[in-house]
C-alpha cells in the first residue's frame, strides 16, 4: 500500500532552509523562514529563557504527563500576555496550552468545526501559506477576503470591509494579530475599531492569529487588536506562539484563548479544545510551557527577557530601514521605503517568482517564491550584498 505514494516537493517555507544551509557560497543569504537571526546569523537562546531552563532542569522533579490544560501557570501567564493585566476580558478569558502556534490554530480550527459543523474561516489573501493546508485538514471551508494591495504595500481596508460584507452570519475571520506573514501590513487602530464594529454587525466571529507579539512595535502595542476585540466581540478565539517572542521555535509551545460570555462558558469551550487535543496527540509538550511560564512569572527573568525582546526587534527595525535606505541609493527612487514602513519579520520585495530563481541561483540568496524575505536574515554585513542583487534582477 504505502509503496504508491510518491516523494513530496520540499516544504516552500522550510525547504528554503536546508536548501541554503547545503549551498556553498560563503556569500549565502537566508531570507526564507521566519527564524530570527542577530547581527552574526545565529538564532541565540535568549538568556532569559537559559536561565530558567537552568532552573527548571535543577527543579524537574518527575517526567509524568503534563495536565491536559498544559504546564501549572502557563495558561494564566499567557492570557494576561496577550490581553494584559485589568484588561475587563479577563475573567471571561481561557487558554490551553499546545504545540506551538499550528497545534494552537488546528485545536482552534477543531473546535469552531465542533460548535458548527458548517463553518467557514476567511483567510486573508495573502496569509502564512501554511494557514490553507492546516486549517482544511482541520475539515473547515475557507473563503478569502482580499488584504493587501501590492501598489501601496499596505492593506487594502475598503476591500476587506467589501468581501466581509457578503460573509454569512456565524462564519469566522482570521486576523493577523500583527507583523502580518507575510506581507508586514498591519491594520492600523481604527481600522481594528471598524472592524470590531463590522464583525459584530454581520455576526462574525473573530480568530486572531498572533505569532509576533513584541516583534513589531511592542508588546502592548502589538496586542492592541487582540485586546480591543476581547473587550468589544461577544467572542473571540485567539492562537498564539511562543516560537518568535520566547525564540523557542523546537520546543513548541503556543497556545489557544477562547473568550466568551462568561469564565463558564469558556472553560465549556476550553475542555473541548483539550478532547480535541487528546484525539490529536493527547497533550502539550512541557518544557517550554515550563520555561515561559517562568519568564512570565519571575520579576526578572520577565524584566531581561522584554529587554532582549526589544533588542530582537530593533535589530529588524534597523534592518528594515538599512535595506530601505540601499535600495534608495542604488535606484535613485523611494520604490522600496515601504519596507521601512512595514513591521514584524517580513516584507515581499514585489519580485515575480523568476527574479526569486535567479537571486537563489545567480546570488545564492533565499526567500519564499511570492518575494517574501525574513527581515531578520539581514545583517550590516549582507545588506549592501542582497541590495545589488535585488536591483541587479529589477
Ligand atoms: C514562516 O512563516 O516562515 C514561519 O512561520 C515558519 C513556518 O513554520 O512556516
Redesign the pocket.
Known amino acids: 500500500m504505502l509503496q504508491d505514494l510518491q516523494q513530496l516537493p520540499p516544504d516552500p ?2 525547504g528554503l532552509s536546508a536548501a541554503c544551509a547545503a549551498d556553498p557560497n560563503p556569500q549565502k543569504v537566508d531570507l ?4 530570527y537571526k542577530d547581527e552574526q546569523g545565529r538564532t541565540p537562546i535568549m538568556s532569559a529563557i537559559k536561565k530558567a531552563e537552568q532552573a527548571w532542569i535543577q527543579e524537574e522533579d518527575t517526567k509524568a504527563y503534563t495536565p491536559q490544560m498544559g504546564v501549572a501557570g502557563f495558561a494564566d501567564a499567557i492570557t494576561k500576555l496577550l490581553l494584559g493585566d485589568g484588561h475587563p476580558a479577563l475573567a471571561r478569558a481561557r487558554t490551553l496550552q499546545c504545540p506551538g502556534g ?1 497545534g494552537a490554530l488546528q485545536v482552534a480550527a477543531r473546535v469552531l468545526k465542533r460548535a458548527r459543523d458548517d463553518v467557514t474561516i476567511w483567510l486573508s489573501d495573502p496569509s ?1 501559506p ?1 494557514h490553507r493546508p492546516l486549517l482544511s485538514s482541520a475539515g473547515v471551508a475557507l473563503q478569502d477576503y482580499p488584504y493587501y494591495d501590492p501598489r501601496t504595500h499596505a492593506v487594502d481596508f475598503g476591500a476587506l470591509t467589501a468581501a466581509l460584507n457578503r460573509a454569512d452570519p456565524g462564519n469566522v475571520v482570521l486576523i493577523h494579530g500583527c507583523c502580518h ?2 506581507c508586514g501590513a498591519d491594520l492600523d487602530e481604527d481600522q481594528w475599531r471598524a472592524l470590531a464594529v463590522q464583525l459584530n454587525d454581520r455576526q462574525l466571529t473573530p480568530f486572531i492569529d498572533i ?1 509576533y507579539q513584541g516583534l513589531g512595535e511592542g508588546l502592548d502595542e502589538d496586542a492592541f487588536g487582540v485586546r480591543y476585540l476581547a473587550e468589544h466581540c461577544p467572542e473571540l478565539v485567539v492562537a498564539s506562539s511562543a516560537s518568535k517572542n520566547f525564540g523557542l521555535y523546537r520546543e513548541r509551545v503556543g497556545g489557544v484563548t477562547f473568550v466568551t460570555a462568561s469564565g463558564e462558558q469558556s472553560e465549556r469551550v476550553r475542555s473541548h479544545g483539550a478532547s480535541v487535543a487528546r484525539g490529536l496527540y493527547s497533550l502539550p509538550p512541557a518544557h517550554g510551557g515550563a520555561l515561559v511560564t517562568r519568564v512570565l512569572q519571575s520579576v526578572e527573568l520577565n524584566r531581561e527577557w522584554r529587554q532582549e525582546l526589544e533588542g530582537v526587534r530593533e535589530r529588524i527595525n534597523a534592518m528594515r530601514a538599512a535595506l530601505a535606505e540601499a535600495m534608495r541609493e542604488r535606484l535613485n527612487d523611494g520604490r522600496f521605503d515601504f519596507v521601512a514602513r512595514q513591521r514584524g519579520m517580513f516584507s515581499f520585495l514585489g519580485l515575480s517568482a523568476a527574479q526569486v530563481e535567479t537571486l537563489r541561483q545567480d546570488h545564492s540568496i533565499y526567500m519564499v517564491a511570492s518575494s517574501r524575505i ?1 527581515v531578520a536574515g539581514l545583517t550590516a554585513a549582507n545588506v549592501a550584498y542582497v541590495a545589488d542583487a535585488v536591483a541587479a534582477v529589477l
Open positions: 517555507i522550510l526564507g523562514a521566519g527564524v499550528s502564512w501554511n506573514n507575510p505569532a525574513n
